[in-house]
């Protein structure tokens, strides 16, 4: 009886912790570390023996149920790019059809190299001999990687007032996060 008290306290602080710890982690880095730890691993087992409280035996099913709380997980891997070339009306067309607020530029011969990202702002701020993406795209722009917390890409998104971030892995394109999939992610829907 001691033993299966102690063993519910432990497993209710390191419920906790694990909350804060997955967070960051996929499911399968997040089940691969906790079992080879020292302490957690034995827990964990001894939980999946039923040996824990009863109050506590859908403990395994609410750790599988966390979802993946990073980039890769709610990203869109098709990705509407532009070229520098690209005339400055297909864009604005391209933005209007797929309801989105901005675009990657990729390299002309390397679709996956991310080299600027162009928006409607800089559409409508574009001057009126504008003719391409080239003249009036952003060089500068952020982007994250597939590891990047959700967390991290809200604070990015609310602080520099941003419609979309690409996701970068190995210098290549990826996917794409816009604020409607950040919403869905921290929201539902």
């Known amino acids: 009886m001691a033993k299966r008290r102690k063993l519910t306290k432990d497993l209710l602080n390191f419920e906790k912790r694990l909350t804060e710890f997955a967070k960051g982690a996929s499911m399968g880095e ?6 080879q730890h020292p302490v957690h691993g034995p827990l964990l087992r001894a939980f999946a023996a039923e040996e824990a409280a009863p ?10 149920s966390i979802p993946d709380r990073r ?13 520098p070339s690209t005339p400055i009306t297909k ?9 989105v607020g901005e675009v990657p530029v990729v390299d002309e011969r390397n679709k996956t ?10 559409l409508l701020a ?12 952003r060089k500068q ?8 917390p959700i967390d991290q890409i809200v604070r990015m998104l609310a602080k520099r007032k941003m419609g979309s971030v690409p996701v ?14 950040v919403l869905r992610a921290r929201y539902g829907g």
Request: hydrophobic share 50%.
């Open 91 to 99: 864009v604005a067309r391209l933005l209007v059809r797929h309801k």
């Open 113 to 122: 190299k991310v080299i600027g990202v162009v928006s409607e702002t800089d």
């Open 30 to 35: 997040l089940a691969e570390a906790l079992l």
């Open 141 to 148: 722009f952020i982007s994250v990687t597939p590891d990047t």
């Open 126 to 137: 574009a001057p009126a001999n504008a003719k391409t993406v080239a003249e009036v795209m």
């Open 168 to 181: 970068i892995d190995a210098g290549r394109l990826v996917g794409i996060i816009n604020r409607i999939d």
């Open 71 to 83: 980039a890769r997980s709610i990203m869109k891997a098709q990705v509407i790019t532009v070229k």
């Open 55 to 64: 109050e506590h035996a859908n403990f395994l099913e609410r750790l599988q």
